[in-house]
């Protein structure tokens, strides 16, 4: 090869080993090849060439140009692959890195209504709620608890100020019941709801809040029996604490609004605290067949059709089942309780795993 060709390729090659990008990379190849490069001309150069010499350089170039071609392709696959490694240590995930456990957790509380929900939406019942800031009527009148029923004071209401343009009393709700009143008014029987939301009574220990949780419960429909109110609470703390033997006991009670009334208990030991053994009962909720007064109230015919309602605390419910000793701790927002009460978010309640 003449010296000229061989300090062009020695050249190229030494540029190609330098360059440390596909952009570098670029401009030694359009040097090389391109139209204006010292090979390309020496090629088209050639017809001037007489013919014996032509092929034999002819030969010489394309050689040359081949290998050029050659070691052009191989710099760029060298650069394109440190490129790209470059691009994906950048990127990497350090996976090493410890994720964050605690992005926010479902407060138990919730967590209960979502299980209450899971329970009785299979049973077919929907969720309803209504005003927190009710009045005198919806809480007490309506369900058959007139103005001089114990029960007005009994239940420690907050009163507000103001009152409806027919003159009843504003107040915060003290019990979810004030839903029945709502629903009956709104929807025509066949009716089958569940309300879950929050009470107010003016109380405060280890047991009590002036915010709390219930959930009302309403079937409305014909040939409605003591039966199906037993059968349909029977299944919902069975599966609400996972015990399909727990003793579930029916006890004789009073309400303004049912009649009859019954208090519901469960089987548990006082001493250790387990539900499902011992011999002692524990209160859990409070139900009956709804008065004939409070349908009639609310423009449902009671001959035609019959309907039981049921109550229950969740903070309760919570506390039996989660072993939560003081109600208290439910509403101080301590970030520690929570992380170990808490259940995390995107582990959503479903009937087929189990409550
Ligand atoms: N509202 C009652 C309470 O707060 C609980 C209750 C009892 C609700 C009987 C009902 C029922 O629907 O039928 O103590």
């Known amino acids: ?147 001089h029923h114990p029960a007005r004071a009994d239940h420690d209401t907050f009163y507000l100020p103001t009152r409806t343009s027919e003159g009843h009393q504003h107040l915060l709700r003290t019990q979810t ?44 429909d014909k040939h409605i029996t003591l039966g199906h109110l037993k059968g349909c609470l029977i299944d919902f703390l069975r599966a609400f604490f996972a015990l399909p033997t727990l003793p579930v006991r029916f006890r004789s009670s009073y309400f303004p609004f049912t009649e009859p009334s019954m208090e519901i208990d469960i089987g548990w030991n006082r001493k250790t605290g387990e539900l499902g053994g011992g011999s002692d009962w524990l209160e859990i909720l409070g139900a009956g067949l709804m008065h004939s007064r409070v349908l009639a109230n609310c423009g449902v015919n009671p001959q035609e059709w019959q309907a039981f309602a049921f109550g229950v605390g969740i903070e309760r419910l919570t506390m039996l089942k989660y072993g939560i000793s003081d109600l208290r701790s439910f509403y101080e927002s301590d970030l520690r309780w929570l992380r170990y009460y808490g259940f995390q978010s995107f582990r959503s309640v479903a009937l087929h795993e189990g409550i």
């Open 1 to 147: 090869m003449d010296k000229e060709l061989e300090q062009i390729k020695q050249k190229t090659l030494q540029d190609l080993d330098q360059a440390q990008d596909l952009k570098s990379w670029d401009a030694i190849r359009v040097a090389t090849l391109g139209k204006s490069a010292f090979l390309t001309q020496k090629l088209k150069e050639l017809g001037t060439f007489p013919a014996e010499l032509r092929k034999e350089r002819g030969a010489l170039l394309n050689r040359l140009r081949n290998e050029l071609v050659q070691a052009i392709d191989t710099r760029k696959a060298v650069l394109e692959e440190i490129e790209l490694n470059e691009k994906l240590s950048a990127e990497a995930l350090d996976i090493t890195l410890p994720v964050p456990v605690y992005t926010g957790v479902t407060h138990p509380l919730r967590r209960t209504i979502e299980e209450i929900i899971a329970i009785f939406g299979a049973m077919n019942f929907k969720v309803v709620d209504g005003p927190n800031r009710d009045t005198d009527w919806f809480n007490f009148s309506a369900l058959n608890i007139d103005e």
């Open 177 to 220: 019941s004030t839903v029945q009143i709502r629903i009956l008014l709104d929807q025509k029987p066949p009716i089958r709801i569940i309300a879950p939301g929050r009470t107010y009574r003016a109380d405060h220990d280890a047991t009590h809040s002036p915010m709390f949780h219930q959930c009302e419960g309403m079937v409305v």
